[in-house]
T-cell receptor, first 112, second 113 residues
């Protein structure tokens, strides 16, 4: 059974720090992995999509990497801001399915 | 910017009642999904829909659930006889291609009392 895990479960950092969120997935047969942001009680906002053939994707202060062989993806946030406070979810799409398998999320608090 | 729109944002219903959750996917998208998130838990897949038929469904998506694309724009999820455990946030998502970026709506919070 495919499973996606994320560590840490929660993270609190002072404003301006660079930080890394981790996502691990079982079974390297993924087509792609997508990172989302979720504000409390709200929907999922897409941040980055990495295809299995890619190793990195960048958008502004965000950089996501993918290592299929080790079953890991990281989301790097540079120069964090209080507005970055949210829960960050990773979701893996596997070759033989059409749906995402979501991780439990990392709850990020950036303190002013 | 195009977005996935869901209505209503919050619905309260009595146990045993039927509910229909509505979604308007992004207009040129071809793949449609429903997911749900019980409070404090992971986002879970319910069903995927392509070419006017269900392409995959999870164990959660039993006979009480159905989906429909009644016209060219709406995508609905029906729960025939709601249970207390159906209380959750329900998300609709759409994609242009099978392996392209997924866009999610803001969700419908369903409360079954």
């Amino acid at each position: 059974k495919q499973e996606v895990t994320q560590i840490p479960a929660a993270l609190s950092v002072p404003e301006g720090e660079n930080l890394v969120l981790n996502c691990s997935f079982t079974d390297s047969a993924i087509y792609n992995l997508q990172w989302f942001r979720q504000d409390p009680g709200k929907g999922l906002t897409s941040l980055l999509l990495i295809q299995s053939s890619q190793r990195e994707q960048t958008s502004g202060r965000l950089n996501a990497s993918l290592d299929k062989s080790s079953g890991r993806s990281t989301l790097y946030i540079a120069a964090s801001q209080p507005g970055d406070s949210a829960t960050y979810l990773c979701a893996a799409m596997y070759n033989y399915g059409q749906n995402f398998v979501f991780g439990p999320g990392t709850r990020l608090s950036v303190l002013p | 910017e195009p977005e996935v729109t869901q209505t209503p944002s919050h619905q309260v219903t009595q146990m045993g009642q039927e509910v229909i959750l509505r979604c308007v996917p992004i207009s040129n998208h071809l793949y449609f999904y429903w997911y749900r998130q019980i409070l404090g838990q992971k986002v879970e897949f319910l069903v995927s829909f392509y070419n006017n038929e269900i392409s995959e469904k999870s164990e959660i998506f039993d006979d009480q659930f159905s989906v429909e694309r009644p016209d060219g724009s709406n995508f609905t999820l029906k729960i025939r006889s709601t249970k207390l455990e159906d209380s959750a946030m329900y998300f609709c998502a759409s994609k242009a291609g099978q392996y392209t970026e997924a866009f999610f709506g803001q969700g419908t919070r369903l409360t079954v009392v």
